[in-house]
């Protein structure tokens, strides 16, 4: 498919660690396998020097400038073990796709879509033996690229790096498939109308993490992140997409700059418009949530990423008050938004949208 020549230089059988059984010490992000999968750029040379080889400390000189600047965009998408043990990935071209957008918006060279796909297709091809087989886990595949001049001039850089770690991840609900507490955040926000809310970027998180902080504190899960003008829009819920179903139609916000256009998002999209569900893309107002949870009519509120999939809201925290979407249990729509995603990435049912592609 591509033409990009890829060295492997392979780990060597006693410096290989062992493989994970059990999937309930998985956890998320902690372990990665045995290699990883980098390419660098220069401007007057292009792409080269796709290799895979031993994970292990990056060539990176301390004024790299992703490390003064913040120049750094990531992916986030996973690869999953079928019944029959062959492995898929699930709209990995999206990712590649989004991360030409990332990059484009801090002015860093765009990872070519086909070199993005030949590097994790071939990584996740040599870790096979290390994508979990056990329910509900998988292959988290982190894609990332970094501004590597060593220059501390503020300007758009000249040299990347590309690299992709693999991690396999247990099951996103250890106990159970279980409803979040939500914080309404009314102080911090995590982006404004021409910032980088839209860019997949660690700028972002660095952003987020002191109201996620005070959330955790204050005993939820997560916050919910309104806009930066009225701090009245809903926008996302803590690092997903977030949606509502109030009186039968389900509504999440548009993506009009300052949120970011989830793989996940757009699958829930495309799902609820096939199975004739209402469902519009228009700004949302706290107020009018919370109107709604008083009036019963609050039927469900979910978040969509890569990580958790669905992960449904089972009490939103507003000025020190408790408002639970409907009776605080798993709504029906997210239980089978979630079934129906997740049938699809391991294979079990029909892959109607052609969403998934088999590495080997
Ligand atoms: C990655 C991410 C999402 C979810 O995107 P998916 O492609 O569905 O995983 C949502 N919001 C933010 C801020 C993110 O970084």
């Given at each position: 498919?591509?033409?990009?020549?890829?060295?492997?230089?392979?780990?060597?059988?006693?410096?290989?660690?062992?493989?994970?059984?059990?999937?309930?010490?998985?956890?998320?992000?902690?372990?990665?396998?045995?290699?990883?999968?980098?390419?660098?750029?220069?401007?007057?040379?292009?792409?080269?020097?796709?290799?895979?080889?031993?994970?292990?400390?990056?060539?990176?000189?301390?004024?790299?400038?992703?490390?003064?600047?913040?120049?750094?965009?990531?992916?986030?998408?996973?690869?999953?073990?079928?019944?029959?043990?062959?492995?898929?990935?699930?709209?990995?071209?999206?990712?590649?796709?989004?991360?030409?957008?990332?990059?484009?918006?801090?002015?860093?060279?765009?990872?070519?879509?086909?070199?993005?796909?030949?590097?994790?297709?071939?990584?996740?091809?040599?870790?096979?033996?290390?994508?979990?087989?056990?329910?509900?886990?998988?292959?988290?595949?982190?894609?990332?690229?970094?501004?590597?001049?060593?220059?501390?001039?503020?300007?758009p850089a000249d040299e990347f790096l590309f690299y992709v770690l693999c991690s396999p991840v247990g099951a996103y609900y250890a106990s159970g498939f279980k409803p979040t507490r939500i914080l309404v955040e009314e102080e911090d926000i995590r982006a404004a109308e021409g910032g980088l809310g839209e860019a997949k970027t660690g700028a972002n998180y660095a952003a987020s993490l002191r109201a996620q902080r005070?959330?955790?504190?204050?005993?939820?899960?997560?916050?919910?992140?309104?806009?930066?003008?009225?701090?009245?829009?809903?926008?996302?819920?803590?690092?997903?997409?977030?949606?509502?179903?109030?009186?039968?139609?389900?509504?999440?916000?548009?993506?009009?700059?300052?949120?970011?256009?989830?793989?996940?998002?757009?699958?829930?999209?495309?799902?609820?418009?096939?199975?004739?569900?209402?469902?519009?893309?228009?700004?949302?107002?706290?107020?009018?949530?919370?109107?709604?949870?008083?009036?019963?009519?609050?039927?469900?509120?979910?978040?969509?990423?890569?990580?958790?999939?669905?992960?449904?809201?089972?009490?939103?925290?507003?000025?020190?008050?408790?408002?639970?979407?409907?009776?605080?249990?798993?709504?029906?729509?997210?239980?089978?938004?979630?079934?129906?995603?997740?049938?699809?990435?391991?294979?079990?049912?029909?892959?109607?949208?052609?969403?998934?592609?088999?590495?080997?």
């Amino acid at each position: 498919m591509s033409d990009w020549k890829i060295e492997i230089e392979r780990c060597p059988e006693d410096r290989k660690q062992p493989i994970p059984t059990d999937g309930s010490k998985l956890g998320f992000g902690r372990l990665f396998t045995d290699h990883y999968f980098e390419a660098r750029f220069h401007r007057e040379k292009g792409w080269g020097e796709a290799t895979i080889r031993p994970r292990g400390a990056l060539g990176l000189d301390p004024a790299a400038m992703c490390l003064h600047y913040g120049l750094e965009v990531f992916e986030g998408l996973k690869a999953y073990r079928s019944k029959t043990d062959s492995i898929h990935l699930f709209r990995w071209r999206k990712n590649a796709e989004r991360m030409v957008r990332s990059a484009e918006r801090l002015v860093m060279e765009p990872v070519p879509v086909d070199l993005f796909g030949a590097g994790v297709k071939a990584l996740v091809e040599l870790e096979k033996d290390w994508v979990p087989g056990m329910e509900g886990c998988s292959l988290y595949i982190r894609p990332t690229l970094v501004a590597s001049d060593p220059f501390l001039g503020v300007r758009p850089a000249d040299e990347f790096l590309f690299y992709v770690l693999c991690s396999p991840v247990g099951a996103y609900y250890a106990s159970g498939f279980k409803p979040t507490r939500i914080l309404v955040e009314e102080e911090d926000i995590r982006a404004a109308e021409g910032g980088l809310g839209e860019a997949k970027t660690g700028a972002n998180y660095a952003a987020s993490l002191r109201a996620q902080r005070r959330a955790q504190k204050a005993g939820y899960t997560q916050v919910l992140w309104l806009d930066a003008k009225e701090h009245r829009y809903c926008e996302e819920v803590g690092t997903s997409n977030i949606f509502f179903k109030i009186d039968g139609k389900v509504v999440t916000p548009p993506l009009a700059g300052t949120i970011l256009p989830g793989v996940t998002r757009d699958s829930v999209l495309r799902m609820l418009k096939h199975w004739d569900v209402p469902v519009s893309e228009e700004p949302i107002a706290i107020e009018d949530v919370l109107a709604a949870a008083e009036a019963g009519t609050l039927e469900e509120a979910w978040g969509t990423g890569t990580a958790a999939v669905i992960s449904p809201v089972g009490v939103f925290g507003y000025r020190g008050k408790d408002i639970t979407v409907a009776d605080g249990a798993v709504g029906a729509l997210s239980q089978k938004l979630y079934d129906a995603l997740t049938g699809i990435q391991y294979q079990r049912d029909p892959d109607h949208f052609e969403w998934c592609e088999k590495v080997c």
